[in-house]
């Protein structure tokens, strides 16, 4: 058994924080039902990942149909109708700006395909996954997303990143010299 506190670096009684464990409620949890990764802040729930919903599956159908017409009818098994969309670089708001930009891919690359490559991640109404793009066998882009779901079921919100992020750098780092691992807090950041 061990202790988990989602905000905050407390496992097993090995805290940095030794007041931590008083001010922030714990659970104990059974340690075969998670998979720990490296180190106590991997921690994760098997109950976590879970199947891909319909509307993310009909989601990256249309993004992969080689058939222009099939898209708006899978975008609306997918998608509400004033969906967000923003990744690196674009950003738009509603089904038919969504429908436009994966005709346009579609169009000008049509031999590109997407595959998931990791499992969905499930918290409250989002989703978090990993999926690459592809171009005859070949990886051309990694990326990241968290998806919204509205209580409908369907995606209301998509935020897109590329790539994993960049480990923090030893010097100038946008992350501030107390908050990196194996520093030390030396007070207010």
Do not use: Q
Not at 122 to 145: A, I, N, P, S, V
Request: aromatic content about 10%.
């Amino acid at each position: 058994m061990m202790c988990f506190a989602i905000f905050g670096w407390y496992v097993g009684g090995t805290g940095k924080d030794p007041e931590f464990p008083r001010r922030a409620a714990c659970r104990t949890v059974d340690r075969s039902a998670a998979v720990i990764y490296g180190g106590p802040m991997r921690f994760r729930l098997a109950e976590w990942d879970v199947s891909m919903p319909d509307s993310l599956v009909a989601y990256w159908t249309a993004w992969n149909t080689s058939d222009i017409d099939r898209v708006r009818g899978l975008l609306e098994r997918a998608v509400t109708h004033d969906v967000e969309w923003s990744d690196p670089r674009d950003s738009f708001v509603g089904i038919d700006e969504l429908e436009r930009a994966i005709a346009a891919l579609r169009s000008s690359k049509p031999d590109y395909e997407f595959s998931i490559v990791s499992e969905i991640d499930r918290h409250h109404d989002r989703l978090r996954y990993r999926w690459d793009m592809h171009r005859r066998g070949r990886t051309l882009m990694e990326g990241l997303d968290i998806v919204t779901l509205a209580p409908s079921g369907l995606i209301e919100r998509v935020d897109g990143f590329f790539g994993h992020p960049t480990p923090v750098k030893e010097h100038d780092s946008g992350v501030p010299a107390a908050l990196r691992a194996g520093s030390a807090h030396a007070g207010p950041v």
